[in-house]
């Protein structure tokens, strides 16, 4: 990156942020603190008002944007793109910024840009296959997390009678292929995952609730909790399919020539019984030993049904 570059992405980080310490910006920028320090003053000579404050680092001073930007006619269709999802995926208020944003970015688009944008729009499309119901869910919690509502619904849990769960969202993300909310559980005091698959009768609440302070999805809190380890090996015709169907528990992979061992990692085993018993004779339990004794009970009692 360039020095001309860089310093538009200066101001590009300092718009997107409250404040930002030079260390921070080294680390974003992969350059020294004191390259940053000349980079400030650059800016500040060339009028841009960034601001310092002992201990809190740079801001731009309120009001201050930057001049219009060109887009290229790829530029324009991945933004457009994103603003026809966003208008799809929130209701109210946030659809309606969405569209308007989409126009706007439209607007400011050359003649060729916005002609070629205009074309990858409407012959590139993320088709998805999901349950209609699933993506029913989906609106109604991202509307949650932005504006920080409370929702209350049921949940089945493996083993467990469906409960009543009312909690705070604070993250929406898809792993293994399966979509799960991030949630604080105020009943349990603690961050709490949940599979949207497993939710029933979702209610977007009235209340308003604060989020947990630091809270970053990547952290991933709940495996902390999985204190079960659970490791099986799968015969080689089933590893060259484990990819498709990998469980959400699924922490390590580990091929060899007897095939592919598998690593999970979860709080009890009826967690993962499910995906276990799902591969049927191409599936070898190697710990813990409770695994090997529930899976006997399993083909015992299909026994006793045949």
Request: include cysteine.
């Amino acid at each position: 990156m360039n020095r001309t570059d860089r310093l538009l992405g200066l101001v590009l980080e300092l718009q997107s942020r409250s404040w930002a310490r030079a260390e921070d910006l080294a680390r974003s920028f992969e350059v020294s603190r004191r390259t940053v320090y000349r980079d400030i003053l650059a800016l500040n000579e060339a009028g841009v008002p960034v601001i310092s404050v002992p201990g809190r680092g740079y801001a731009l001073m309120d009001g201050y944007f930057l001049p219009p930007l060109h887009f290229s006619a790829e530029e324009g269709f991945v933004l457009l793109l994103g603003s026809d999802i966003a208008a799809r995926s929130f209701a109210g208020v946030y659809g309606d910024a969405a569209r308007s944003a989409g126009r706007k970015i439209e607007a400011v688009l050359s003649g060729e840009a916005r002609e070629n944008a205009a074309y990858l729009r409407d012959n590139l499309r993320l088709i998805s296959l999901e349950d209609p119901r699933l993506q029913a869910l989906q609106r109604p919690l991202l509307t949650a997390l932005l504006e920080r509502r409370v929702v209350r619904f049921g949940y089945r849990a493996p083993g467990r009678d469906p409960q009543v769960r009312e909690v705070h969202p604070h993250g929406l993300f898809r792993l293994g292929g399966v979509w799960m909310l991030a949630a604080f559980d105020p009943c349990r005091e603690a961050l709490r995952n949940f599979r949207l698959d497993r939710i029933d009768g979702l209610e977007l609440g009235e209340r308003h609730f604060a989020r947990q302070p630091d809270f970053r999805l990547e952290r991933r809190p709940d495996l902390e909790e999985r204190h079960l380890r659970v490791r099986v090996r799968l015969d080689p015709s089933a590893a060259a399919v484990a990819a498709e169907r990998r469980c959400y528990y699924t922490v390590l992979e580990e091929p060899d020539e007897q095939g592919l061992t598998v690593t999970l990692r979860c709080r009890r085993l009826e967690e993962v019984l499910p995906w276990v018993l799902s591969w049927g004779g191409a599936l070898q339990p190697l710990e813990p030993p409770e695994l090997r004794e529930r899976l006997r009970l399993e083909a015992q009692r299909t026994l006793e049904r045949c």
